[in-house]
């Protein structure tokens, strides 16, 4: 049976009480997030602009299929970061190199959070904790608490 949003933010949310560990997600995830439509914008497709754009409505499925509001929440960060890909590449910068860098230093900084921790990411029990781990993020922010 699949598990619910709930479930997930909570079994992900068991890897990550070090505050310093805290700290790093809350910086590294939205990057690791960003560079992936980074780098999904720069694979080009006929028809629709971007790998990205395509990727994005995948996955904003899955988000509407876990909890509609978290979604709408995933969807507006992920529209946001598509936008800031469209004005980096009208700026002409190397957005693929950009991302490419800061994915591989985000990462760094999420194994040495976890080393941290001392205990393993989450996606390595369940790979769909890589979509998890941004909304965890979302919730975090967005929450009342």
Not at 91 to 109: D, G, M, S
Request: proline share 3%.
């Amino acid at each position: 049976m699949s598990q619910s949003i709930n479930e997930l933010l909570n079994e992900y949310a068991s890897s990550h009480q070090n505050k310093t560990n805290k700290l790093i997600h809350y910086i590294a995830v939205p990057v690791i997030f960003w560079t992936i439509t980074a780098m999904l914008w720069v694979v080009k497709l006929p028809y629709v602009e971007n790998l990205a754009v395509v990727i994005t409505v995948l996955i904003s499925f899955y988000y509407i299929s876990k909890d509609l509001i978290l979604a709408i929440q995933m969807i507006v960060i992920s529209i946001l970061c598509l936008v800031l890909n469209n004005f980096l590449e009208s700026q002409e910068l190397p957005l693929l190199t950009i991302a490419l860098a800061l994915f591989v230093v985000a990462w760094i900084f999420q194994f040495i959070g976890h080393k941290i921790e001392g205990k393993k990411p989450s996606f390595f029990k369940d790979l769909q904790f890589l979509l998890i781990g941004p909304a965890w993020i979302v919730r975090q922010l967005f929450s009342k608490n």
